[in-house]
């Protein structure tokens, strides 16, 4: 079982950015799946979402109209097109699978089983 995290990259204000993680070893439509980032000094930041069996995406208000989650699943992987990008995005960023569907643990690092190894986003001109 293994989350595959990749797509960082450095990238100027305002442009855009689209991460991927890909599944090996196990159905990630299966699962619900989350996006995760982490800055230097601050706590591992839940952003979006997707629950198994649901199409509905979830998002954070700090990337809400910015970002979008979505899935392939003849490719097993879950994107994060990420769009106008900000300075404050500036993170590593982590996909993460797990099996509940409550929405409140969703948006929790506890509410995941497998994570992914991380990708760096800097966001700098």
């Known amino acids: 079982v293994q989350l595959q995290a990749s797509g960082g990259g450095l990238v100027q204000p305002g442009g855009s950015l689209r991460l991927s993680c890909a599944a090996s070893g196990f159905t990630l439509a299966y699962t619900t799946v989350g996006w995760f980032r982490q800055a230097p000094g601050n706590e591992r930041e839940w952003i979006s979402g997707l629950k198994r069996g649901n199409s509905n995406p979830f998002y954070t208000d700090s990337v809400k109209g910015r970002f979008t989650i979505s899935r392939d699943t003849a490719k097993n992987t879950v994107y994060l097109q990420m769009n106008s990008l900000k300075p404050e995005d500036t993170a590593v960023y982590y996909c993460?699978?797990?099996?509940?569907?409550?929405?409140?643990?969703?948006?929790?690092?506890?509410?995941?089983?497998?994570w992914g190894q991380g990708t760096l986003v800097t966001v700098s001109s």
């Open positions: 993460a699978s797990g099996s509940g569907t409550i929405t409140s643990t969703m948006r929790t690092v506890r509410g995941y089983d497998y």
